[in-house]
């Protein structure tokens, strides 16, 4: 099992940007059949409301690409001083090159700045910021700008009563800088193969391209309809996954780490739904104000960027003007995946959110 803790490293600011467009869960009542009370049961229930979607011409790398202007612009980072660009997405423009590659000449960053994709989902910030402590430790690079996003919305059917008013579409940017003084932080990392059949797009790629076959609507026995080319996700399987693999990979992050689980200001987790997360936060026996959850309501499962997007929606304030916080960051999804860390927070230069502009485009 991955474990690591670095030293002298600090996660300085971060951006997140969403789509103007709101898709409302009253909006999909035919999905269950115009069954109000059911709708209204999970509302309350799982905790989401609405989503965040992007129009057809907008992709991950335009919303990442926002969230870095507004990043840059609002810190004292300039895009000649980024030596390491990493991009964690699902959703990107090409199968070549990367979108890394992309957002490396849409900022003009130097040559001597390395940039490469991370094809993970709700793990994968968790991962990147894995990776920018890795790079930064080495020596190889002091400081590292951290994209996350997907359009996942246009990955699931419409007429999917399963998945399709679960999720939204989100990017973020985040610096990950080399600062004397900063830290210990702590990560833990795992996987399981075995379960990737649990959240899969099964078509579409090399192993099984595109045909009219892949693009043959079908209907399950619970009445979902999708394609071979959308995502197919076994919600009891990623349930189970969730509540028994995250609560004991926490507390053997807090082992590792030996912090005391009281010590950490907030828990902040993949936004699968608000009921995974505080069925994790009752069997760690967590304190449930410690772990945001409104994210989920206002955006919907936005994958990748679901953590920074917490951050920014939930805590902008509370990270911006402390001094210091411990907060314990948890994501974990497709692969099936997961990764976990503690950081230490002090006072960060920006952490906001922002709908997208198409002025800026």
């Not at 509302?43 to 990442?64: E, H, N, P, V, W």
């Not at 246009?154 to 999720?167: G, I, N, Q, S, Y």
């Not at 994790?280 to 936005?302: C, H, T, Y």
């Not at 920074?308 to 099936?336: C, H, N, T, W």
Request: aromatic share 8%; hydrophobic share 40%; charged share 20%.
């Amino acid at each position: 099992m991955p474990s690591s803790m670095f030293e002298d490293i600090a996660v300085t600011a971060s951006i997140t940007v969403v789509p103007s467009k709101i898709r409302n869960l009253d909006e999909d009542i035919d999905l269950f059949d115009g069954n109000k009370r059911q709708l209204d049961r999970l509302k309350k229930t799982i905790g989401f409301d609405q989503r965040r979607i992007a129009d057809a011409s907008i992709t991950a790398l335009d919303l990442c690409y926002q969230a870095a202007s507004h990043l840059l612009e609002q810190s004292d980072i300039k895009a000649k001083n980024i030596d390491g660009i990493l991009f964690v997405t699902q959703t990107a423009d090409h199968s070549q090159p990367s979108n890394a590659s992309l957002m490396h000449r849409k900022l003009e960053c130097h040559s001597e700045c390395a940039a490469f994709d991370i094809g993970l989902g709700c793990s994968g910030f968790v991962y990147g910021l894995w990776l920018a402590h890795s790079l930064i430790h080495s020596g190889s690079c002091e400081t590292i700008l951290l994209l996350s996003g997907d359009t996942l919305s246009r990955m699931v059917h419409p007429k999917d009563k399963t998945t399709a008013p679960l999720f939204g579409d989100a990017g973020s940017a985040t610096i990950i800088q080399k600062k004397a003084s900063s830290g210990p932080s702590w990560f833990r990392l795992g996987s399981d193969g075995t379960g990737s059949d649990a959240l899969i797009v099964p078509a579409g790629g090399a192993r099984y391209p595109s045909s009219d076959v892949t693009k043959k609507e079908t209907e399950n026995e619970e009445g979902a309809i999708r394609t071979l080319e959308d995502l197919h996700m076994d919600g009891s399987s990623v349930f189970n996954f969730s509540i028994d693999v995250v609560p004991r990979e926490i507390e053997a992050l807090l082992n590792f780490a030996q912090v005391e689980k009281n010590t950490i200001d907030f828990y902040v987790l993949h936004q699968a739904n608000r009921y995974i997360v505080q069925n994790i936060g009752k069997r760690l026996q967590l304190d449930l104000a410690k772990l945001p959850v409104r994210s989920f309501e206002a955006f919907g499962n936005v994958s990748s960027a679901s953590i920074p997007a917490a951050m920014s929606y939930d805590l902008s304030k509370i990270l911006v003007d402390s001094e210091r916080r411990q907060i314990l960051l948890s994501g974990f999804g497709v692969g099936l995946s997961w990764g976990s860390c503690i950081l230490p927070i002090e006072s960060m230069v920006c952490l906001k959110w922002f709908e997208y502009d198409e002025a800026m485009a």
